[in-house]
């Protein structure tokens, strides 16, 4: 039995990605039966595991875990012992990324709940572990079978360790997006149905009446649909629709009344505001 640490590991690769964040690559069936020391610092670690024939050590956790094609992303406030037996003849691979917590500057990586295989160790605050994404871990086997040597290497794992970042964070960037729901879709074909017919007049009740939803309801989806209420997105929606028409040969005043202005001053007071020029001088400019 050898008993051993990271460091000493030839295998194990260690890259700086920059003057506070590493990488560290593995790719190694081991010749002896082997207990390795790893010592983990505060910080963030985004582990991307791929074969892992190993057993912790950490007392109070289940020896028996399967930790193969896993992502594990640890937030340590404090150091942590992380023992593990590997028998002669098994395989590690891994790739790990250490961000230093004083210099994180994405928290969409942070994890956000304590996994419940992590209760054994208080040093670690917060864990998550889940099946490996397909398309990082082929960036992980890119960089475990890559056959680069010296610089071109080095640049090639850290290429691969930032898609990795990239690939996790678009992940958690479309998690967290708000869910389309059956009534924000009833509510975009119900502004579709308004841009169709700006001529109208339109009040909250009606639209509630054409979504069989209710104003609070209807207030609150168009708000996430435009940014903005149903009056400014109207505003918008009837100057824009102004602005096309202006390319024909109707009258301004026609324009006006097409897109739901009772009147030519009005209307041309609000164009100007929002695009600061009058619409006589706007068909100027376009058609000469």
């Known amino acids: 039995m050898t008993y051993c640490t990271v460091e000493s590991i030839l295998a194990f690769e260690h890259i700086h990605l920059d003057a506070n964040s590493w990488i560290r690559s593995v790719n190694y069936r081991f010749t002896e039966s082997t207990i390795i020391e790893n010592v983990h610092q505060p910080g963030l670690y985004i582990s991307i595991i791929g074969e892992c024939q190993g057993q912790t050590r950490i007392p109070g956790m289940d020896p028996t875990l399967n930790f193969s094609h896993q992502c594990m992303v640890s937030l340590l406030d404090q150091a942590c012992h992380d023992p593990m037996y590997f028998p002669n003849g098994s395989v590690l691979q891994m790739l790990s990324i250490m961000l230093p917590l004083d210099h994180l500057q994405e928290s969409r990586l942070l994890p956000k709940q304590r996994a419940a295989f992590i209760q054994a160790v208080p040093q670690i605050k917060l864990a998550e572990l889940g099946p490996v994404p397909y398309d990082v871990l082929c960036c992980c086997q890119a960089a475990w079978e890559c056959d680069f040597e010296g610089i071109e290497r080095e640049w090639f794992i850290k290429a691969k360790a930032q898609e990795v970042l990239a690939l996790l964070l678009n992940k958690r960037r479309k998690a967290t997006m708000p869910i389309v729901t059956n009534r924000m879709r009833q509510m975009h074909s119900v502004l579709n149905h308004v841009q169709a017919h700006l001529d109208q007049e ?87």
């Not at 001053?265 to 164009?271: E, L, N, V």
């Open 202 to 288: 339109w009040s909250l009740a009606g639209l509630a009446r054409l979504a069989r939803s209710n104003e609070t309801y209807v207030k609150r989806d168009i708000k996430a649909l435009t940014g903005g209420s149903f009056r400014q997105w109207l505003g918008k929606a009837r100057l824009e629709a102004a602005r096309d028409q202006l390319s024909r040969h109707d009258t301004i005043t026609q324009v006006a009344l097409n897109v739901g202005f009772k009147n030519q001053a009005h209307f041309s007071t609000r164009f100007k505001t929002e695009f600061g020029i009058t619409p006589r001088e706007y068909r100027r400019s376009i058609l000469g």
